[in-house]
């Protein structure tokens, strides 16, 4: 199973709701990440946990709340977002080979904060 | 991670090679050059990466200049399914070391393959 699942594909919330984008893989990398990307833009990096620890924050805003319950899912907790929080948000998880490694990325869950 | 640059798109006919550039000027010596592309409507996905000899898998070949400052991803037979952005990226990596993999997208190349 080489495999990112996200859920769901698409989200519409208001800026008053409270939601979580959910990502899983079984795999057994123990490195997984969100990304955000704005249309006709790359990627930009949110979040990186390593075995089921927080790495890295890109400085993201608190209204985004990540959390990785085991080493198979990771989770991203909305609230109170903005309109201009509308994104595409991706999640990675990683490969790391004996000299370089690679990255294998979900589908995404579509966005929309009205 | 060291810059890259690409054109900002190119066009290519079905079932014609494509090459695709890349400039990695300020390229250090432990950095791998890695490709992905991003499909519409998905997720990016690894492509094929490489350190100084040229490489080939499945999807595409790399070359790499012999000073590696500049490298060419080669779709060798170009269909409508490659229409994509492909990302030149420089992943700085050492065997046991505490780099997290962060990847650091540029603007990326929009190939369009016309049928």
């Known amino acids: 199973d080489t495999e990112v699942t996200q859920t769901p594909k698409h989200l519409v919330m208001g800026m008053t709701n409270k939601k979580s984008l959910k990502c899983e893989q079984h795999m057994g990398h123990r490195a997984m990440y969100w990304y955000k990307q704005k249309a006709k833009k790359p990627p930009e990096l949110m979040f990186v946990?390593?075995?089921?620890?927080?790495?890295i924050n890109e400085s993201v805003p608190s209204r985004f709340s990540p959390e990785c319950p085991n080493s198979s899912l990771l989770n991203l907790h909305l609230h109170a977002l903005q309109p201009e929080d509308s994104a595409l948000y991706l999640c990675?998880?990683?490969?790391?080979?004996?000299?370089?490694?690679?990255?294998?990325f979900g589908p995404g869950t579509r966005l929309t904060v009205l | 991670d060291a810059k890259t640059t690409q054109p900002n798109s190119m066009e290519s006919n079905e079932e014609e090679p494509v090459h695709l550039p890349c400039n990695h000027s300020?390229?250090?010596?432990?950095?791998?050059i890695h490709w992905y592309r991003q499909l519409p409507s998905q997720g990016p996905e690894y492509v094929i990466h490489g350190l100084t000899s040229n490489v080939n898998n499945r999807m595409a070949s790399l070359a790499i200049a012999e000073d590696r400052k500049s490298s060419t991803l080669i779709l060798h037979r170009a269909t409508l399914r490659d229409a994509a952005v492909y990302y030149c990226?420089?992943?700085?990596?050492?065997?046991?070391?505490?780099?997290?993999?962060?990847?650091?997208f540029g603007q990326g190349t929009i190939l369009t393959v016309h049928p």
């Open positions: 300020t390229i250090s010596g432990t950095d791998y």
């Open positions: 990226i420089l992943r700085g990596f050492a065997p046991g070391g505490t780099s997290y993999g962060k990847l650091t």
């Open positions: 990675a998880s990683r490969f790391s080979g004996t000299s370089t490694d690679t990255q294998y």
């Open positions: 946990y390593s075995y089921e620890k927080l790495s």
